[in-house]
Each structure stands twice: as C-alpha cells, then as structure tokens.
Nanobody, 124 residues
Framework: QVQLVESGGGLVQAGGSLRLSCAAS????????MGWFRQAPGKDREFVSA????????YYADSVKGRFTISSDKAMNTVFLQMNSLKPEDTAVYYC?????????????????WGQGTQVTVSS
C-alpha cells in the first residue's frame, strides 16, 4: 500500500511558476513510476509527466514539455513538479500517482495509487 499527499497548488498569474510536491509513504519499490496527471472541469484526466523512482527516466506531455520539470528526492520519498511559464489552460486539479511498472505510463489506468489532488489556478 502506498499513500500519496500532494501540496503546492494555488493561484498564480499567467507566466508565473508553482512547484508541486508529492510525498509518498508505504512500500515503494525501485521499479515504480511516479506520475502527475491533471483534470480540468468537464475534461478527462490527462497525463502531465512521469519519472522512474530511480530518477533515471523522465517523461512529459507535449503540452508541458519545456515548461514543466519533474524530479525526485528519494531520501524524502518526494516527487516534485516545477511548473514555469504557466498558462490559463494549465488550470486543473493536479494528481500524483504511482504505477508499479513502466508500461503505458501516459494512461491513468496504469496507476495503482492516487493522491487527493491539489488545485492549480492560472489567471490571465
């Protein structure tokens, strides 16, 4: 069992930055993948970024590539999502999730554990 707690969301103006954190507890294995998804009102949950727990591989959706950076601190059991040059279309609830294998990681169905989400609102 893995528990995830996100933090760091908030209200920011377009062009601004936020850093989201996801603190993980429980049994986490080296082959796990940590992902970030987001869901805007009336839309499906969409993949944002992912990182292998070893930190050796990172993945990004095209919509955030070059603006968002995912990283991890294994000593703290925490994954971060640095979001720069934010746009109003980035407004959503952001969720942290854990997958037990590096497979279909851009699909929400691949993830076994989810956090409660944190709201990010970008004003124009």
């Amino acid at each position: 069992q893995v528990q995830l707690v996100e933090s760091g969301g908030g209200l920011v103006q377009a062009g601004g930055s936020l850093r989201l954190s996801c603190a993980a507890s429980g049994r986490i294995f080296s082959n796990y993948v940590m992902g970030w998804f987001r869901q805007a009102p009336g839309k499906d949950r969409e993949f944002v970024s992912a990182i292998t727990w070893s930190g050796s591989r990172t993945y990004y959706a095209d919509s955030v590539k070059g603006r968002f950076t995912i990283s991890s601190d294994k000593a703290m059991n925490t994954v971060f999502l640095q979001m720069n040059s934010l746009k109003p279309e980035d407004t959503a609830v952001y969720y942290c999730a854990v997958a037990s294998a590096l497979r279909n990681i851009n699909s929400a169905n691949a993830y076994d554990y989810w956090g409660q989400g944190t709201q990010v609102t970008v004003s124009s």
